[in-house]
């Protein structure tokens, strides 16, 4: 199945959750938020949240400074 990941397309296996493609693409241990169809989905939630063919996953990256 495919799907929008930031924007642009990405494949992925038939009812793949939200954490598998967390671990993927190797975000697991780094602080990010992620949207999915312009919804924050809570960290607590990624393991239990399917993907969809043709969800738009967000992933934004916490970037300190001052």
Same mark, same amino acid.
């Given at each position: &199945? ?5 924007? @642009?397309?990405? *494949? ?10 967390? $671990?993927?693409?190797?975000? &697991? ?5 992620? @949207?999915?169809? *312009?919804?924050?989905?809570p960290r607590s939630r990624w393991a239990e949240? $399917?993907?969809?063919a043709g969800d738009k996953v967000d992933v934004?990256? @916490?970037?300190?400074?001052?």
């Open positions: &199945m495919e799907i929008q990941l930031n924007g @642009a397309s990405h *494949r992925l296996r038939p009812a793949q959750l939200l954490a598998e493609l967390i $671990a993927d693409l190797s975000l &697991m241990d780094t602080a990010i938020a992620v @949207a999915v169809n *312009r919804q924050i989905v949240h $399917a993907l969809q934004v990256r @916490a970037i300190g400074g001052g």
